[in-house]
């Protein structure tokens, strides 16, 4: 069965970076839209402090909150790692079909965590997708770094 998406003609892999990068600014971009009138453009950093002291703020909107914000560290802590892996992969001329199938399944997987760390952790059951879907990303990355050595060790 023939693809909706030719991955093989045009190398989409740098094209994720930035993608991935507002990836990880959505959830913060969500959190200070949420926090309303908590969210100070000079101190930043102390919106969660304030959403915490804020009783006007149901709680499962402070929880909400806190986890975009925890969401969006998430993606901060991995996207150096996600690029570096892209440049890795993409200078030892890993096929441009895997390059692309292996990239959109990382930015896949990071729109799925942000939503299912935000939207679904509401419910304890779900808990372990997280995780999970945290999984995905991370092994993505380092399928771009194994094929790497793989390529240049060919």
Known sequence: MASLIDFSSTNWSYYTIPAAFFLVMAPNFYAVALAGKNYDIAYPRTLES???????????????????????????????LYAAAVVAANSAQVPTEKLNKLTLTYIVSRAVYNFVYVALQENRKLA????????????????LFVSAGQALNA
């Open 50 to 80: 304030k959403v915490a002291t804020d009783s006007s703020l149901p709680k499962p909107i402070q929880q909400r909150i806190s986890r975009a914000r925890a969401a969006a560290a998430n993606g901060f802590e991995t996207i150096g």
């Open 128 to 143: 372990g997708l997280r995780p999970l879907v945290w999984g995905v990303g991370i092994t993505v990355i380092m399928m």
